[in-house]
Structures are given as structure tokens and as C-alpha cells.
């Protein structure tokens, strides 16, 4: 199982961004996907995530309203939309998956795959 995280860069605050996060070797639709990141000099802390199949989703507090994930279960794919960034935004963030499970767990031990993380740097 590999996967694949992509569209991390430089943005304003405010901006928005979409990370994508590519699957192959594990059908998404029996998966559920985590998002994590981890900023410099802490802990990879849980993001959001999703029950790819059934949508259902879970997101940190932190995030909550300003964050969106989805997946495109022809791509194999699961996205991260990222509106209204503040710097405190910055961070690799990573994405994980693991069988389907009912909750979505926000531990990052409950996830077997990760992917090589992608760097996202939001300037005031």
C-alpha cells in the first residue's frame, strides 16, 4: 500500500489550498483516511478524516468550519480542502489510512499507512 501526498506550498493567510492524497495497493472505499501535520518542533497532531464510502467525517476543533475532506472513490483519492489559512496552519501534513472502522479514529497509531507528508507554509 503506498500513498502519495501532494499540494502542499507557500500561501498568504486567507488563502485556500487542497491537498490531494493519492492511494494505490488499497481500495479507498473500504478505507478510512486520516489527515495529520505537524509542525515544527511538535507532535503530529490529528487534522481531519474521513469513512471514504459513506462520508463521514471528523475534523479537530482547530479546523472545524475552515476545513473539508473528500474522496473520489473512481481516482482512489482522498482531498483536503483548506479555506481562510492562518499562519498557525503551517505544518507537513500528512495523510493515513486503514481498514474501515465505524468511528474515525484521531490517534495516529490507529492509522498502518502513511504517506511522505507534504509542507504547507501559510506568511501573515
Known amino acids: 500500500v503506498q500513498l502519495q501526498a501532494s499540494g502542499g506550498g507557500l500561501v498568504q493567510a486567507g488563502d485556500s489550498l487542497r491537498l490531494s492524497c493519492a492511494i494505490s495497493?488499497?481500495?479507498?472505499?473500504?478505507?478510512?483516511v486520516g489527515w495529520f501535520r505537524q509542525a515544527p518542533g511538535k507532535e503530529r497532531i490529528f487534522v481531519a478524516g474521513?469513512?471514504?464510502?459513506?462520508?463521514?467525517?471528523n475534523f479537530a476543533d482547530s479546523v472545524q468550519g475552515r476545513f473539508t475532506i473528500s474522496t473520489d472513490l473512481i481516482k482512489n483519492t482522498a482531498y483536503l480542502q483548506m479555506s481562510s489559512l492562518k499562519p498557525e496552519d503551517t505544518a507537513v501534513y500528512y495523510c493515513?489510512?486503514?481498514?474501515?472502522?465505524?468511528?474515525?479514529?484521531?490517534?495516529?497509531?490507529?492509522?498502518?499507512?502513511w504517506g511522505q507528508g507534504t509542507l504547507v507554509t501559510v506568511s501573515s
Open positions: 495497493g488499497r481500495t479507498l472505499s473500504s478505507s478510512t
Open positions: 493515513a489510512a486503514r481498514a474501515s472502522t465505524t468511528w474515525i479514529p484521531t490517534d495516529k497509531g490507529a492509522y498502518d499507512y
Open positions: 474521513i469513512r471514504a464510502g459513506i462520508g463521514r467525517t
